[in-house]
């Protein structure tokens, strides 16, 4: 079992490196949301429904920049929310996206260092709404903490060499849930590539998983690959691969594969680009394919994996409709700066009230290793007046590893296999220069389908007028509607919730 390093170390380097060595290009940007809201349902899924006025305060400070050694990107934006009616349910809710990267040595050490607390759902058939204000007992806040230590070059003529060392610790803020903390090793050697090329691979990784009622033995598994290519000409690489893996997944007995496979990428310029993997693996196919198109008005992305994951991967992975990923795409074109295109797009999230992703979080809670196949179709429009953001997705889940322990909310406790699909769409309409109406709408559908069970549907939609009072104020008003159907009879007299809300945004 490996030493376990202290989380709280880690979280004091990733403050100690935000210091701005040297910084030539740094923002510091402060605001603060202010929104009164009024729901016929505060607590959804719990009880009788009961309205209330909601008071929800959200002081955010962004912080971005880079110098010749150090590149930073941290947001946090707590939100607290006080109920008129209910204020045993006053609470903060947290928010926090944080990277930093530090060239130690010049061209050789370099240290990552991340942060993130998300709010996540413990189980995919109960209610998922769409708004932080509305309370529900299956969201739950999690905290993640990172630091990476890697050695990065070049030998020779070209030779690229990369060993990693990465930490994870991983908590919720409900203590029964435990706490998780990965250590991952990563190694890669690879030659140019010209006509041909070659590449050896690494990965060593240990998960330890600790809770208020038990240790789980430690998941471990180790994966050994080289790889060799073939480019016949800059837009187009092919790739074949062969090694052997490890792992102690299946009943927590060591098992060990011959794996192999073959991938090709395709980039004809810098606005499109393609790649298709196959590989066998412990659990079968492993398989990834990705198109990225975009041109000066739209982005269209296509994204399908099959894999394995973990709760402590779900939670650090974007929900689907990213749209500052999209944004961005479009604005590379015009703005080739990216810490200027960054300004560009929060500006445009900014004055439209758009928010970052189309959908809410699809990770839920298990203590297991599972297997997540998974397809996402996104696109972004952007016009003089109008634009149009849109995300599909439908995700299999299945476990592939030892039970949890039977008194756990384990989203595998009673299904070894389920399905999640659906939808999140915005449209934004300039009124005039300084307003706008937007629509939005997400839906997620939940299936049991190993054994045949229970169904659920959350459904979100909303509709918000933003005017620009003036250069660093936005004034909204809105309202949004929370729908949930479920098989399950516990929720047969509470699922559904209407609001309305105003507030403003002022940006110091």
Sequence with gaps: ????????????????????????????????????????????????????????????????????????????????????????ANDVVNNLSAFARLEAVERFFFVEAFGSITQSFLSPFAPRPGEIAINTANRAETSTVGLSPYLRGTLGTGFEYELRNRHTWTRTERDSLGD????????????????????????????????????RADQESRLYRARLYYQPDPAWRFSVSAGEEENNYILQQTQRETIYGAGVAWKPDARTSAELDYEHRFFGPSRLARVNHRTRLTAWNLLYSRGTSTFQDEVLRLPPGNIAGLLDAIFAARIPDPIQRQAAVEEFLRVTGTPATLSSSLAF???????????????????VRNSITFTAFYRENSNISASALAFLPDAFLFADRFDERGFGARFDHKLTPITTLSASARRIDSRQMDPPGPKSRNDYVALTLNHTASPKTTAFA????????????????NRDANSVFVGLTHRF
């Design 1 to 88: 079992m490996p030493t376990r390093p202290r989380p709280w170390r880690a979280a004091g380097l990733l403050l100690l490196i935000w210091a701005p060595l040297g910084a030539a290009e740094w923002r510091v940007l402060p605001d603060l949301t202010l929104r009164e809201i009024y729901t016929d349902n505060a607590f959804l899924g719990v009880g009788e429904p009961r309205s209330d006025f909601v008071t929800e305060v959200t002081p955010g400070i962004r912080i971005v920049g880079r110098s010749p050694r150090l590149a930073a990107n941290f947001s946090y934006r707590p939100s607290a929310l006080f109920y008129a009616r209910n204020d045993q």
């Design 180 to 215: 998780w903390y990965t250590r991952d090793w990563f190694g890669r050697l690879a030659s140019p590539v010209r006509l041909f090329g070659w590449a050896l691979e690494y990965y060593d990784t240990v998960t330890e998983v600790e809770d208020d009622f038990a240790r």
């Design 365 to 383: 809670y298990t203590q297991r290793v599972y297997l997540r196949e998974a397809i996402e179709a996104s696109f972004a429009i952007l016009g």
């Design 478 to 493: 809105g309202v949004s509607v929370t729908r949930f159907d479920s098989e399950d009879s516990v929720f047969a007299d």
